[in-house]
């Protein structure tokens, strides 16, 4: 897949984030547990900006909501702050209370990765083992379900591990976590090449995101090489 223009990129990302109903609007997000989808979205790349509203919004309060993203300028500095963001939040809550906004970068992977380093295993049923008994045990449910799941694993055990979140045919957004007792040891960054390399692999697009507060992960995508092609904010 060639894809040269970030609203494109920010195009594949929505699709991954959320389905979509019949207007274009959220209906859901696109995750193991569905759960609750934001009351708006928008994603503002230096070539042009892509927004969304939850499906359950009244066609009253999305045309001024419409008519302050249509205002937004295309982010030629994706850390920019928003110029309509107190206009949102006032239209927004006189519709329901807000209880999280939340902002961040995202980044596509550019053309050459990394190759997997040797003590990237994939996950499976057959050796979930290697999840239990940590803070990781929580991903032994995404096993069979956030395929590809790959994992670093030092001492039988696994100490990071990284898996498709989000998917759609043409993307996958990854999830990535590591141990506490394991961090600031290059894991997050191996493991997250490997499960790159495996969406290639399926014909897919890697994608990567987080928020403008998570220094750590940022750092990730930074000795990556990502390339960071949109600044995202949604309020749920």
């Given amino acids: 897949m060639t894809v040269t223009v970030a609203t494109s990129w920010l195009d594949l990302h929505l699709r991954a984030l959320f389905v979509h109903d019949e207007r274009g609007r959220i209906a859901t997000r696109n ?47 994706l850390r920019a702050p928003l110029q309509h963001e107190n206009g949102y939040r006032e239209i927004l809550a006189g519709h329901a209370p807000i209880t ?24 499976n049923t057959e050796n979930a083992h290697l999840l239990r008994g940590g803070d990781l045990e ?13 994992a670093i694993v030092q001492e039988d055990r696994a100490v990071s591990v990284c898996g498709s979140v989000r998917t759609t045919p043409e993307a996958h957004e990854a999830g990535v976590e590591t141990s506490a007792n394991a961090r600031g040891r290059g894991f997050a960054v191996a493991v997250v090449a490997a499960w790159a390399q495996a969406v290639r692999a399926l014909g897919a697009e890697p994608l990567y995101s987080t928020s403008w ?23 749920t």
């Fill in 100 to 123: 999280e906004a939340w902002s961040g970068p995202a980044y596509h992977f550019p053309e050459e990765l990394p190759p997997t380093a040797s003590e990237v295993l994939p996950l």
């Fill in 213 to 235: 507060d998570n220094a750590a992960s940022q750092a990730v995508a930074s000795k990556l090489g990502l390339i960071p092609y949109a600044s995202t904010f949604h309020m």
């Fill in 138 to 150: 929580p991903w032994v449910e995404d096993i069979g379900q956030s395929e590809p799941l790959v």
């Fill in 31 to 77: 995750a193991l547990d569905g759960g609750p989808a934001p009351l708006f979205f928008l994603g503002r790349t230096p070539d042009g900006n892509r927004w969304r509203f939850r499906g359950d919004l009244p066609d009253d309060l999305v045309e001024p909501l419409e008519a302050l993203c249509a205002a937004e300028p295309p982010a030629t500095d």
